[in-house]
């Protein structure tokens, strides 16, 4: 599984972007999915995650109501809607998914990462 991740880059304070990841090769084993991220100095965090149909989703505290994570299977793409953005949302931010690679064993996949850069 390869997963490449775009639509990072520079926005005000207050605005918006939204992520994508996009998986390829087996992507038949993929289920649930998620979004982290890592500002420097400070450890790998999770921001967002989504089960396999979509229909749970999860959210860290400091995002709720400004965050929007969601799924199209049809085009092994994941999304992550960002608004309200603010500069403390600085980061490098990661797509992840675990994927069942066969008997009882999974395994976690993750992107390239793509900066996002909020300025106050």
């Known amino acids: 599984v390869q997963l490449v991740e775009s639509g990072g880059g520079l926005v005000q304070a207050g605005g918006s972007l939204r992520l994508s990841c996009v998986a390829s090769?087996?992507?038949?084993?993929?289920?649930?999915m998620g979004w982290y991220r890592q500002a420097p100095g400070k450890q790998r965090e999770l921001v967002a995650s989504i089960t396999s149909g979509g229909a749970s989703t999860n959210y860290a505290d400091s995002v709720k109501g400004r965050f929007t994570i969601s799924r199209d299977n049809a085009k092994n793409t994941m999304y992550l809607q960002m608004n309200s953005l603010k500069p403390e949302d600085t980061a490098v931010y990661y797509c992840?998914?675990?994927?069942?690679?066969?008997?009882?064993?999974?395994?976690?996949?993750w992107g390239q990462g793509t900066q996002v850069t909020v300025s106050s």
């Open positions: 090769g087996s992507t038949f084993g993929i289920d649930d």
């Open positions: 992840n998914a675990d994927s069942w690679i066969g008997g009882t064993y999974w395994k976690k996949y």
